[in-house]
C-alpha cells in the first residue's frame, strides 16, 4: 500500500488582490475535474459519469492505459473522494480545500495498492502520481482563476454561482 498527500497554496504570495480565490470559486473547477477529467489529469484518456448518486457519482476513466471504475462522494465546498471500484489499485484519492497557516490549500491525499506489486513498483507509481496530481492540482486553479477573470471581463461579480 502507498500512502501521501501533497498540497498547493491556492492563492501564493504575490497574488493580485483581483485575483485571489476563494472556496466558492474554486469548488466549481474542482467538479468539472471530477466530471471532465481529460483536460485536467494527463494520467486520464477517457471519462464519463455512468451513474449518479445521493452523494455524488460513478465514473469509468481509462487511467494510465488501464480502465477504472470509481465512485466519487462530493462533500460539497470541501473535498471530493474518489473511491476505487474496479480497475488495478484499490483505495482512494481525494482533493480537498482547506484552511492552512498559509492560507486556503488545495490538497490531494491517496492511499493505494495493487494486487501482486512489489513494494518498488508501488512506490514508483506513488511517486508518478504525486508528480502528476501536483500538476493537475496546478490546473485546477489556473481553472477557477481563468473562469473567475473571464466572469469580470463580462461585467460578472468575482463570486461563484
Known amino acids: 500500500m502507498i500512502k501521501g498527500t501533497r498540497a498547493l497554496q491556492i492563492n501564493p504570495p504575490g497574488t493580485p488582490e483581483d485575483e485571489v480565490l476563494t472556496r466558492e470559486m474554486i469548488w466549481p473547477s474542482l467538479i468539472s475535474k471530477a466530471t471532465h477529467a481529460v483536460p485536467f489529469v ?58 492552512s497557516d498559509d492560507g486556503l490549500m488545495l490538497r490531494f491525499a491517496y492511499e493505494l495498492s495493487f494486487a501482486g506489486s512489489s513494494e518498488e513498483e508501488e512506490r514508483a507509481f506513488g511517486e508518478k502520481l504525486e508528480a502528476g496530481y501536483l500538476s493537475t492540482l496546478a490546473t485546477v486553479i489556473d481553472h477557477a482563476r481563468n473562469e473567475m477573470l473571464r466572469n469580470a471581463s463580462r461585467g460578472g461579480s468575482h463570486q461563484a454561482i
Do not use: M
Not at 57 to 76: C, K, S, Y
Open 42 to 99: 494527463k494520467a486520464i484518456t477517457a471519462c464519463r459519469i455512468i451513474e449518479h448518486t445521493k452523494t455524488g457519482f460513478v465514473r469509468e476513466a481509462t487511467v494510465f492505459g488501464q480502465a477504472a471504475r470509481e465512485n466519487i462522494v462530493l462533500f460539497p465546498k470541501e473535498r471530493i473522494v474518489f473511491e476505487r471500484l474496479s480497475g488495478p489499485a484499490d483505495g482512494f484519492l481525494e482533493n480537498i480545500v482547506e484552511e
